[in-house]
């Protein structure tokens, strides 16, 4: 039997997301080295003098793939605090937003290897974006009347 071909919606440009930011108990890490066996030693922002122990959990395997110098979101062990899972890996470009936005030091940009120009670039893409938004709700507001 043949496989069905699914199409692809196409026309519309995805508005990029809100990137997440660590919660409580969570810490930013940056991925030094994979281990193996769904393991990565990750030095966190609360203490860089500790390499601790990151295990990718279950809901993360084969779905999403983490390399060296990815910067990542750790969840730290209560009863082991040289050991943490990590829960979320950062995208280049949620890295570059978060950084425009102030909430993320520019250490991360230099680990993460974003240059300032990229930088740059994406704050004025967030200035555009955010003009759009606000013309489609003044549309919206007009059209209400």
């Avoid at 003098?49 to 730290?76: F, H, N, Q, S």
């Avoid at 995208?91 to 950084?99: F, G, M, T, W, Y």
Wanted: proline share 4%.
């Amino acid at each position: 039997m043949a496989k069905k071909k699914r199409k692809k919606k196409g026309g519309r440009a995805e508005k990029s997301k809100e990137p997440v930011l660590p919660g409580e108990g969570e810490v930013l890490c940056v991925v030094e080295r994979i281990v193996g066996a769904d393991h990565a030693l990750i030095r966190c922002l609360d203490n860089p003098e500790l390499l601790r122990d990151g295990r990718i959990p279950g809901k993360m395997r084969r779905r999403v793939w983490i390399r060296e110098g990815d910067i990542v979101i750790a969840a730290v062990w209560d009863f082991q605090p040289k050991k943490a899972d990590i829960t979320y890996r950062y995208s280049r470009d949620e890295l570059k937003r978060l950084i425009v936005k102030g909430l993320l030091p520019k250490e991360i940009a230099e680990l993460a290897g974003i240059t300032e120009e990229e930088i740059a670039l994406t704050a004025e893409q967030m200035a555009m974006e955010e003009a759009e938004e606000a013309g489609e709700e003044a549309e919206r507001g007009e059209e209400g009347e």
